[in-house]
């Protein structure tokens, strides 16, 4: 059951600069899945470049650096992609993405 209502409404609390700033990098993380999905690696590998150059450890840097690995792969960057595969089991030993980055980082 719903709380009583004092006939007030409440408003949602605005827009602030956390949530502008996850949805910035929320939009490059995008730019580089979109890019991905159309076989366009160095276009990914820019958006994720630009993510790492502007938020650096944001919120969304395992997702980045899981993506870099996808990325290298696709390019063809085999070497550059199990270092960066490596690096991402170091930071995180328990992530999320950890069969992605394997995946692509033992793709030949």
Known sequence: PA?????KKVSPAPAGPVDDTLREERSLVDQARSALARGAADEALAALTAHESRFGAGK?????????????AKAGRREQAQALAQLYRLQ??????????DEAAERP
């Open 60 to 72: 969304l840097a395992e997702e980045r650096l899981a993506l870099q690995v996808v990325a290298l």
């Open 3 to 7: 709380p009583p209502s004092d006939g």
């Open 92 to 101: 995180y030993p328990a992530g999320l993405l950890r069969a992605l980055v």
